[in-house]
């Protein structure tokens, strides 16, 4: 059965620095990784994401540009989300996504697979 698990969410003051991970089983059948963040009555919004046949190639959402990072070791299947200079609007919660065709990069519908999430809260 396919998997994601992340982890690596808590709770930091603004201007403090996270590191997410999300370990993914059936990884080798993904063409794209993603991370997605959700506050209640919001929709999913696209964080960043990359290519995992093509890990240079990446897209951010432009409120997190300059200070979100994402990256992979395709050996341990696990991508990254290394998170500095949050923002109290940084606060959501952080989910892994995963889609075996591409599409456009920040839309949820192109992705098949989610993990169960993890809570980033950022104080003032």
């Known amino acids: 059965q396919v998997q994601l698990v992340e982890s690596g969410g808590g709770s930091v003051q603004a201007g403090g620095s996270l590191k997410l991970s999300c370990v993914a089983s059936g990884y080798e059948y993904f063409r794209r990784m993603a991370w997605f963040r959700q506050v209640p009555g919001k929709g999913r919004e696209g964080v960043a994401a990359m290519y995992t046949e093509s890990p240079g190639i990446i897209n951010y959402a432009n409120s997190v540009k300059g200070r979100f990072t994402i990256s992979q070791d395709n050996a341990k299947n696990t991508v990254y989300l290394q998170m500095d200079s949050l923002k109290p609007e940084d606060t959501a919660m952080y989910y892994c996504?995963?889609?075996?065709?591409?599409?456009?990069?920040?839309?949820?519908?192109?992705?098949?697979?989610w993990g169960q999430g993890t809570q980033v809260t950022v104080s003032s």
């Open positions: 996504a995963a889609a075996s065709a591409l599409g456009t990069w920040s839309a949820e519908r192109f992705y098949k697979y």
